[in-house]
């Protein structure tokens, strides 16, 4: 009889699913045992990472969700569908965000402002408020947000910087808020890693000194895992 995997049986939504450290999560986590949905705006994208999940997991499968951050009306549904269809939402990664303009920030234009904090901090909040409900109906919901070594405040990261930073505040604020229940709220700095993002805020760095994705997955299982009991932290992958 083979082992049972880390993650059988817990169900998984990974935004930012189509490429990169969300699509390496998906796969990671399908190959724990998981049923996973993954989320992104484009479909031939998903469709890819399903199909490599089909090839290498013998009878799994993802769950494909089209989902445009900018959409408050598509967040604010997927709570009550992943209700309706499996009962609870055991794990959820906020993974997708966008870079936007490496700039000073009094150069930074407006309508680029608005898009970045759309995406990365005021969809997180939404999301939050969407799948809460799902999360806590696990025995041992876990939420697990993507922060950068920007956070803080950095020059010329201008509206990524800030977002990270108010990620960071909202994930810890949701935590404290959540400590006495079941859900466990944490963060990862996954540090540099082989993306498409890094490719375009280091376009001078040789990619290939960096790590793959797929090489940084363990420490999204580990907070996956239905064992976990911290909440609130920040953890890096090395």
Not at 4 to 16: C, F, M, P, W
Not at 37 to 42: V, Y
Not at 46 to 71: F, M, Y
Request: aromatic share 6%; net charge negative.
């Amino acid at each position: 009889m083979a082992p049972q995997k880390s993650l059988e049986g817990r169900v998984a939504l990974i935004t930012g699913a189509s490429r990169g450290i969300g699509a390496a999560i998906a796969k990671r986590f399908a190959s724990e045992g998981a049923d996973v949905i993954i989320a992104a705006r484009t479909l031939e994208s998903l469709k890819e990472v399903d199909d490599e999940i089909r090839s290498t997991q013998k009878g799994l499968s993802a769950t494909i969700l089209p989902l445009d951050l900018k959409n408050r009306d598509e967040i604010s549904q997927i709570g009550p569908a992943v209700l309706e269809r499996y009962g609870r939402l055991d794990i959820f990664v906020g993974n997708a965000a966008i870079l936007g303009e490496l700039t000073p920030l009094s150069q930074t234009e407006a309508e680029c402002w608005d898009e970045v904090l759309d995406v990365n901090l005021t969809a997180q909040w939404l999301l939050i408020k969407s799948l809460e409900t799902a999360l806590l109906c696990s025995p041992a919901g876990r939420a697990i947000f993507l922060t950068s070594g920007v956070s803080g405040g950095r020059g010329y990261w201008s509206g990524y910087s800030v977002t990270k930073s108010g990620l960071e505040a909202l994930a810890k604020t949701w935590a404290e808020e959540t400590s006495k229940t079941n859900l466990r709220v944490n963060l990862v700095n996954p540090g540099a890693v082989r993306t498409a993002m890094r490719a375009e805020a280091y376009p001078g760095e040789d990619p290939m000194t960096l790590p793959h994705p797929d090489e940084i997955t363990d420490i999204f299982v580990q907070l996956a895992s239905p064992s976990l009991k911290e909440t609130g932290k920040i953890y890096s992958p090395l």
